[in-house]
C-alpha cells in the first residue's frame, strides 16, 4: 500500500501504484518506521534501503542529529542494526549496545570481562521469536547471545551465555586462532558463522557451522575440506582432511540467505598456507567456492569453484548478491558473486548455472619445486572486469621518479597476468590482495544494478625456501619464533614496511612494554592476528628479543622447540616479501585510478559508469585530481536514487547519484569511516548512520556513531 496524505485525511490508503499528482495530495510508501535489522540491509546483503526522504534534490542539507561516543577509540567496521526503533552497534574493543535510534541515547552497553583473541567486528545478528529477542555477537573465538532489551547474557545459550566457534572444527583447533570479523547468517532457528583462521601452517580448518540460536548447540557442520567419502576428497591429498598443516577454506566474508527457497550462499577463502600449495596438490574443493547449501541441513546442492588451487590469496572477500534479472527474455533470480580480481559472476540461484558464459583460461606455470599450479582458471565472459587486469610499462605511473626502477621490478619479475605465481625473484600481484572487491562488498538495487567500490594496489611479492633447520638451530630462541611468525611482514630486519601498513619493530621497547606486547600476541588488534600456537615460553622469548633487540645463544633452548610446540613443520617455502608496489614518494607505482566506484547493469552485463573514488591522503600525485584512493567499507544504496560511501582515507561521507556516478554531497566525518553505512527510518524521519573509528592508514582513531538527517 502507499499511503496518501491531505489536511483532511492525513493516512488514507491508495494501491501503491496510484499517482501522486492529485491536488494537495502527496503519496508515498508507508516507510514511516523503516528497520535495517540484518548485516547489510537484509537476507539478500544488497545493502538497499527502499527509503526516498533524502532524495538528490536535498542531500546537501543533511546535518548532524545526534553523535554516540563508545567511550574505547579504535578501528571500528560495524554496519549497525536498527530493529523496532532501536539501534544495535559493536565498540572498538567488541563492547556491544544499544541506542535509541531517534536520539542516540544509550539503553544498555554490555561490558564483557572476556578475555580472547578480539578483532575488528563488522556487525551483529538480532534473531525474534514471540517476546524472546537476541542479540549475537562474537569475541575471540566465542559467539554470545544476550537479550536485545537488557543485553544481559542468555544463560540457556551454551554455557552462561557463550559458545566457542571451535566445536564442529576438530581437536586440532584446539590451540589454534579462531574468530569471526563478520556476523553469522540467521535461518529459522539457526545461525550459521563465518570464521577467521590463520593463513599459514597453523591455521584451522574453516568448516561451515550452524548453531541452535535457543541453546548453542551445533546442529550442522559442512566440511569445506573434504573427509573421506565426501563430495570433492579426491581433490586434496589424503590425509589434508586431518587438518596437520593445511587448513583455511573458511568462510570470513559472510553468507547470504534465500529464506523462502531454504538456500544458503556462502564464499570461501583459500586454502593455507596461502602462497604455497606444494603440500596440498589438486583443486582444492571447497576452497575459493562460491557454495549453495541447503539452510536447514548443510547439504551442498551446488557450488563453483572461482579459484582452482589458489596461491596468492584471492579469497572471496565479500557475501554474494541476491539479486533478479531479466536474461534471454526470461526473470531470474540469480546470485552474483564479486571478486578480488575484479571479476563479477552471475549464477541462477536455484540451479548454479552461469547467466553469463564461463572460460576456463590456461595461466602460468609455477617455477617453485613442488608447486603445481592449476593449468587454467575461470573467467567471466560478462560483465568487463570492474579492475585493470593487466600491468605493462604503460601502467607504471609516469609521474613516479623512480619508474626506471618500477619497470625494471615489472620486467624482471616474470610477471604475466592476474594469475601469475609468485617466484624466487619477486612477483607483482595486481590488482592486488585488498581487490578489486574486498569485504565491504557490493550494492545492488531492485533492477538489478550493482555498485561496487574497488581498490587497484599492485603488491610486490616473494617466495622463498623456510629457513634451514641448522640456521634456525643457530638462532636464539626468540629470533627462531621471530622468523618463523614476524617477519613475512615486518621483515627479517624488523624494519617493516610502514607504507603497507606493517609497522617497523626497531626501537619498538620505546612504544610498548612487554605486557602491551603479550596482550597484542594474544589478543591481535585490527588486521595483526593473535597467535594461540605459540607456548608461554616462545612469547617470552620472542617479546625478549623484540624489547632487546639482541642475538641470544641458541644454547638456551633445544633444537627444533619451535616445531614440538606447534606440533606442525612449516611448509618447504614460505612468503618473503609482502608489501604494497609503492614509488619513492609513497604513492602506488601504477597510474591512477587507485580506487573506483562502478554500477554494473546485471540483466545486460553492461556497465552503467565507472567514476574514480576517494583522495589519496597526501594529496594527490602531481596535482592529479581523479587519482581515487583505497576503500574499505561498501556502499548504501536509497530509493531515492542516492549511493552513500565513506571507507576511504580522507575521512569523507559522499553521496553520488545512482543513475549518473555524479558526486552530488560531500562531508568531512569525525574520524574516517572504514565501515558500511545504514539507513532507517523512525516516526517518518529518514536517518545515514555509521561507526567512525578511524585508524587504518594510520588515520587518527575515533569512537563515533553518527546519524545524519534532514533539519
Known amino acids: 500500500m502507499a499511503v496518501c496524505t491531505t489536511p483532511s485525511n492525513p493516512w488514507l490508503p491508495v494501491p501503491l501504484l496510484a499517482l501522486c499528482v492529485l491536488g494537495n495530495f502527496c503519496c508515498t510508501p508507508d516507510l514511516k518506521n523503516q528497520d535495517w535489522p540484518e548485516y547489510l540491509g537484509g537476507p539478500d546483503r544488497n545493502h538497499y534501503s527502499p527509503l526516498a526522504q533524502i532524495s538528490p534534490e536535498n542531500v546537501g542539507d543533511l546535518q548532524i542529529a545526534w553523535s554516540y561516543s563508545t567511550g574505547d577509540s579504535g578501528h ?80 540457556g545459550f551454551g554455557t552462561a551465555g557463550k559458545v566457542s566457534l571451535k566445536t564442529g572444527l576438530g581437536p586440532t583447533a584446539r590451540n589454534k586462532m579462531v574468530l569471526s570479523n563478520t556476523p553469522g547468517t540467521v535461518f529459522e532457528n539457526l545461525i550459521v558463522m563465518p570464521l577467521r583462521v590463520a593463513e599459514d601452517h597453523q591455521a584451522a580448518a574453516g568448516h561451515i557451522q550452524a548453531f541452535d540460536v535457543r541453546t548453542g548447540a551445533l546442529v550442522w557442520v559442512f566440511h569445506t575440506i573434504p573427509h573421506p567419502g565426501e563430495y570433492g576428497y579426491e581433490t586434496w591429498p589424503p590425509d589434508v582432511y586431518k587438518n596437520e598443516g593445511i587448513g583455511g577454506a573458511n568462510n570470513w566474508a559472510g553468507m547470504a540467505v534465500d529464506r523462502e527457497r531454504g538456500i544458503l ?126 600491468l605493462s610499462d604503460s601502467l607504471i605511473n609516469p609521474k613516479a621518479n623512480n619508474r626506471d626502477e618500477l619497470l625494471e621490478i615489472l620486467r624482471n619479475s616474470g610477471y604475466q597476468g592476474p594469475f601469475t605465481p609468485l617466484n624466487e625473484r619477486g612477483m607483482l600481484v595486481f590488482p592486488g590482495l585488498s581487490g578489486g572487491a574486498i569485504w565491504g562488498g557490493a550494492a545492488a538495487d531492485p533492477e538489478g544494478i550493482l555498485y561496487i567500490n574497488s581498490n587497484e594496489m599492485a603488491r610486490y611479492m616473494g617466495i622463498g625456501p623456510s629457513t634451514a633447520p641448522e640456521i634456525l638451530d643457530a638462532m636464539g630462541s626468540g629470533e627462531r619464533v621471530y622468523t618463523l611468525n614476524c617477519a613475512p611482514c615486518h621483515g627479517t630486519d ?132 581523479a587519482a581515487g584512493t583505497e576503500s574499505f567499507g561498501g556502499p548504501l544504496v536509497t530509493g531515492s536514487g542516492l549511493l552513500f560511501i565513506a571507507a576511504t582515507r580522507d575521512g569523507k561521507l559522499r553521496a553520488y547519484a545512482t543513475n549518473t556516478g555524479k558526486l552530488l554531497w560531500e562531508t568531512l566525518l569525525p574520524a574516517a569511516a572504514f565501515a558500511t553505512p545504514s539507513s532507517y527510518s523512525v516516526n517518518g524521519k529518514q536517518y545515514i548512520v555509521l561507526a567512525c573509528g578511524g585508524g587504518r592508514f594510520n588515520t587518527p582513531t575515533g569512537d563515533q556513531y553518527v546519524a545524519l538527517a534532514l533539519p
Open 494 to 625: 624488523r624494519n617493516g614496511h610502514p607504507q603497507s601498513g606493517y609497522p617497523s619493530l626497531r626501537q619498538v621497547s620505546e612504544r610498548k612494554t612487554a605486557d602491551e606486547i603479550a596482550d597484542l600476541l594474544h589478543a591481535g588488534k585490527g588486521m595483526m592476528p593473535a597467535f594461540p600456537g605459540l607456548a608461554e615460553e616462545e612469547k617470552e622469548a620472542l617479546i625478549k628479543y623484540l624489547l632487546t633487540e639482541a642475538r641470544m645463544s641458541g644454547a638456551s633452548q633445544e633444537p627444533g622447540l619451535i616445531a614440538e610446540a606447534t606440533g606442525l613443520q612449516a611448509p618447504a617455502w614460505v612468503v618473503n616479501r609482502y608489501m604494497k608496489f609503492l614509488d619513492d614518494q609513497g604513492y602506488p607505482a601504477v597510474r591512477p585510478p587507485w580506487g573506483t566506484l562502478t554500477a554494473i547493469d546485471m540483466n545486460s552485463g553492461d556497465f552503467r559508469w565507472q567514476v574514480p573514488f576517494g583522495e589519496n591522503h597526501a594529496g594527490t600525485h602531481g596535482g592529479d585530481s
Open 76 to 155: 571500528m567496521q560495524t554496519n549497525p542494526l536498527i530493529v523496532d526503533g532501536v539501534l544495535y552497534g559493536v565498540s572498538a574493543s567488541l563492547r556491544p549496545f544499544a541506542l535509541d535510534a531517534a536520539t542516540g541515547q544509550e539503553i544498555w552497553r554490555h561490558e564483557s570481562a572476556e578475555k580472547g583473541a578480539f578483532s575488528a567486528c563488522r556487525g551483529l545478528s538480532y534473531w525474534k521469536a514471540g517476546i524472546d529477542e537476541r542479540i549475537l555477537y562474537t569475541q575471540g573465538e566465542w559467539l554470545h547471545a544476550v537479550d536485545a532489551r537488557t543485553g544481559k547474557p542468555i544463560p
Open 265 to 390: 550462499y556462502v564464499p570461501t577463502g583459500s586454502a593455507a598456507p596461502d602462497f604455497y600449495g606444494g603440500d596440498r596438490p589438486g583443486a582444492n574443493l571447497f576452497a575459493n567456492t562460491l557454495l549453495a547449501l541447503d539452510a536447514r541441513t548443510g547439504k551442498r546442492i551446488w557450488h563453483y569453484q572461482l579459484v582452482h588451487h589458489d596461491i596468492l590469496d584471492m579469497d572471496l572477500p565479500a557475501p554474494p548478491n541476491l539479486i533478479t534479472v531479466r536474461h534471454a527474455g526470461k526473470t531470474i533470480d540469480a546470485v552474483a558473486q564479486v571478486t578480488k580480481h575484479g571479476y563479477v559472476f552471475l549464477f541462477d540461484r536455484e540451479t548454479g548455472l552461469p547467466l553469463f558464459d564461463i572460460e576456463e583460461v590456461p595461466v602460468p606455470a609455477s617455477a617453485i619445486p613442488g608447486e603445481q599450479a592449476w593449468p587454467t582458471q575461470p573467467i567471466p565472459s560478462r560483465p568487463a572486469p570492474f579492475a585493470r587486469q593487466l
